[in-house]
């Protein structure tokens, strides 16, 4: 056989497989909307194994219930970078990638986040399309930030994707020159800066946006180091230590209310978490464990142990719980912060090995209503009056016993400031409460 020959005797190619061969094999309708205008984008591979994967992208999109997206050509001129809270970016299951320590950075196709099979409908790589987002912000990025009456300097696009910001440096460090800068992006419409002597106005500003109301994307500050941005690390004793800890205590609170709502019911029942201050002004969260039905324990610092019908039975540091090796837990797969799951409930000889912050007494003076209340949603405390005109000063009555101080809640969105700091009633200061002092 010649050499010709050996080519001529070679089988034919086998056909690619077409379009709706593959939707059908995936139980799609080989009309679904928009599929018109990605078919030529399909038809280009010319490998078996491209246009399988084609299709899986279509089977993902539309399993997920999300519309399929205009052409790559359309498409691009409409992207923009977005930041959200890491649990977010979980939960929703879109595209994202790490940014920082409890940020995501995701991509907006016009008003939509961009899922991952996205990219394999248009043959893009994540980098070029997140790049490409990116210098549609920068073009859009001219102006100086405003300098507040507080001296910190705040944003001024206010287009929504002012957050989205903190990730081109170059429209933000060159704010303080030869300074430590830090920064906040309370809101997805505010990035807030300072340099590092006027951090507690930073605090304040943070303070502010959450009293104007509107959704919140993430409370504590961050800080540049060298070319590295990253949450604040503030240790005791500097000032700014326990105000940050109460921002991070906050988005930390936030993600956990946001995640009963996919919790299982047939799991349990989810730990609420709350806050409170010991006297030392460190603040610390607070997961509530009541009997009478499995409990999904979230990281808190601290837990408060109730009988069925409510009976305080004292508050208890959680790092020690393994000393009750009776109890087994298991974790919860969810998305977020992590949960375990417990069935049983411990017994008062169990308690009693535990490190205990406070005694069932003094857990009840922390109980609603005049106690510890949720830092978020119904039960809330409001805003404060604004204080009216003090009248004319008249004759002072004669001092009389002050009553002890009452128990007084971490605050909530619209509360926080760093000069009104709550605390645990006077009868829960000094010795004798544990891993107060601990970190």
Same mark, same amino acid.
């Given at each position: 056989?010649? =050499?010709?020959?050996?080519?001529?005797?070679?089988?034919?190619?086998?056909?690619?497989?077409?379009?709706?061969?593959?939707?059908?094999?995936?139980?799609?309708?080989?009309?679904?909307p928009g599929?018109?205008?990605?078919?030529?984008?399909?038809?280009a591979?010319?490998?078996?194994?491209?246009?399988?994967? +084609?299709?899986?992208?279509?089977?993902?999109?539309?399993?997920?219930?999300?519309?399929?997206?205009?052409?790559?050509?359309?498409?691009?001129?409409?992207?923009?970078?977005?930041?959200?809270?890491? +649990?977010?970016?979980?939960?929703?299951?879109?595209?994202?990638?790490?940014?920082?320590?409890?940020?995501?950075?995701?991509?907006?196709?016009?008003?939509?986040?961009?899922?991952?099979a996205?990219?394999?409908?248009?043959?893009?790589?994540?980098?070029?399309?997140?790049?490409?987002?990116?210098?549609?912000?920068?073009?859009?990025?001219?102006g100086? =930030?405003?300098?507040?009456? &507080?001296?910190?300097?705040?944003?001024? +696009?206010?287009?929504? =994707?002012?957050?989205a910001?903190?990730?081109?440096?170059?429209?933000?460090?060159?704010?303080?020159?030869?300074?430590?800068?830090?920064?906040?992006?309370?809101?997805?419409?505010?990035?807030?800066a300072?340099?590092?002597?006027?951090?507690?106005?930073?605090?304040?500003?943070?303070?502010?946006?959450?009293?104007?109301?509107?959704?919140?994307?993430?409370?504590?500050?961050?800080?540049?180091?060298?070319?590295?941005?990253?949450?604040?690390? !503030?240790?005791?004793?500097?000032? !700014?230590?326990?105000?940050?800890?109460?921002?991070?205590?906050?988005?930390?609170?936030?993600?956990?209310?946001n995640?009963?709502?996919?919790?299982?019911?047939?799991?349990?029942?989810?730990?609420?978490?709350?806050?409170l201050?010991?006297?030392?002004?460190?603040?610390l969260?607070?997961?509530?464990?009541?009997a009478?039905?499995?409990?999904?324990?979230?990281?808190?610092?601290?837990?408060?142990?109730?009988?069925?019908?409510?009976?305080?039975l004292?508050?208890?540091?959680?790092?020690?719980?393994?000393?009750?090796?009776e109890?087994?837990?298991? #974790?919860?797969?969810i998305?977020?912060?992590?949960?375990?799951?417990?069935?049983?409930?411990?017994?008062?000889?169990?308690?009693?090995?535990?490190?205990? =912050?406070?005694?069932?007494?003094?857990?009840?003076?922390?109980?609603?209503?005049? #106690?510890?209340?949720?830092? &978020?949603?119904?039960?809330?405390?409001?805003?404060?009056?604004?204080?009216?005109?003090?009248?004319?000063?008249?004759?002072?009555?004669?001092?009389?016993?002050?009553?002890?101080?009452?128990?007084?809640?971490?605050?909530?969105p619209?509360?926080? &400031?760093?000069?009104?700091?709550?605390?645990?009633?006077?009868?829960?200061?000094?010795?004798?409460?544990g891993?107060?002092?601990?970190?």
């Open positions: 056989m010649g =050499f010709f020959d050996r080519f001529r005797s070679r089988a034919e190619e086998a056909p690619l497989p077409g379009l709706a061969a593959l939707l059908e094999a995936r139980g799609l309708p080989p009309d679904l599929l018109g205008a990605l078919t030529p984008g399909f038809e591979h010319r490998k078996a194994g491209e246009r399988e994967t +084609w299709a899986d992208a279509v089977a993902e999109v539309h399993g997920q219930g999300l519309p399929l997206p205009e052409p790559w050509m359309d498409a691009q001129d409409h992207l923009l970078p977005e930041l959200v809270p890491a +649990w977010r970016a979980e939960r929703e299951g879109r595209w994202s990638r790490s940014f920082m320590e409890g940020l995501s950075q995701r991509i907006r196709v016009g008003d939509r986040v961009m899922p991952a996205w990219l394999k409908l248009w043959d893009q790589s994540a980098d070029d399309v997140l790049d490409l987002a990116l210098d549609h912000l920068r073009h859009r990025s001219g100086a =930030f405003e300098r507040l009456p &507080s001296g910190a300097y705040r944003s001024p +696009w206010r287009d929504g =994707f002012d957050a910001r903190l990730l081109l440096p170059e429209v933000w460090h060159g704010l303080f020159k030869d300074q430590h800068p830090f920064l906040a992006i309370p809101a997805a419409d505010t990035l807030l300072v340099p590092q002597i006027l951090l507690p106005k930073l605090m304040d500003e943070v303070g502010r946006v959450m009293q104007a109301g509107g959704p919140l994307l993430q409370l504590a500050v961050m800080e540049r180091i060298g070319d590295k941005l990253m949450t604040a690390r !503030m240790q005791d004793p500097h000032p !700014m230590s326990a105000p940050q800890k109460e921002l991070k205590h906050l988005d930390l609170i936030e993600a956990l209310r995640q009963e709502q996919d919790l299982d019911p047939a799991l349990g029942r989810p730990a609420r978490v709350t806050m201050k010991t006297g030392q002004g460190k603040p969260t607070v997961a509530a464990w009541t009478g039905a499995p409990v999904l324990l979230p990281e808190a610092d601290l837990i408060a142990f109730a009988t069925e019908n409510g009976e305080a004292g508050i208890y540091a959680r790092q020690t719980l393994p000393r009750i090796q109890l087994k837990g298991e #974790g919860v797969a998305w977020g912060p992590r949960r375990v799951r417990y069935e049983g409930f411990p017994t008062a000889e169990q308690l009693s090995r535990l490190e205990r =912050f406070a005694t069932a007494e003094q857990m009840k003076a922390l109980q609603a209503p005049a #106690g510890v209340r949720p830092a &978020s949603g119904p039960g809330a405390p409001g805003p404060r009056p604004v204080p009216g005109p003090r009248p004319a000063p008249g004759p002072r009555p004669a001092p009389g016993p002050r009553p002890a101080p009452g128990p007084r809640p971490a605050p909530g619209g509360q926080f &400031s760093t000069q009104d700091v709550p605390t645990l009633p006077r009868h829960l200061h000094g010795a004798g409460l891993v107060q002092d601990k970190d």
